[in-house]
């Protein structure tokens, strides 16, 4: 079983930065993908980035493309979700999920999730 905990959200204002950060325990960290998703109030979950086990290969919707950057540090057990450029409608929980693939993970098969961390961007 693995345990994923989300850390680093908060309020920022419309164009600043954060990092999110997921840290892995219970498991073996580099045989997953990874990925966040993010989930605004009265809407349905959402993709938001997913990077390979090895780190070498990323994806993103149009939405967050050229504004987040994922990346991972597989000795740390960590994987992270830059964010800048912050919109106002950024604004959600965001959730880290480990799964077995790039691809699964896009469509929302994953195996593991995390408990969620909330970004507020204020405009």
């Known amino acids: 079983q693995v345990q994923l905990v989300e850390s680093g959200g908060g309020l920022v204002q419309a164009g600043g930065s954060l990092r999110l950060s997921c840290a892995a325990s219970?498991?073996?960290?580099?045989?997953?993908?990874m990925g966040w998703f993010r989930q605004a109030p009265g809407k349905e979950r959402e993709f938001v980035a997913a990077i390979s086990r090895g780190g070498d290969s990323t994806t993103y919707p149009d939405s967050v493309k050229g504004r987040f950057n994922i990346s991972r540090d597989n000795p740390k057990n960590t994987v992270y979700l830059q964010m800048n450029s912050l919109k106002p409608e950024d604004t959600a929980v965001y959730y880290c999920a480990a799964g077995y693939s790039i691809v699964l993970i896009t469509s929302g098969q994953v195996y593991y999730w995390g408990q969620g961390t909330q970004v507020t961007v204020s405009s």
């Open positions: 219970g498991g073996t960290f580099s045989t997953y993908s």
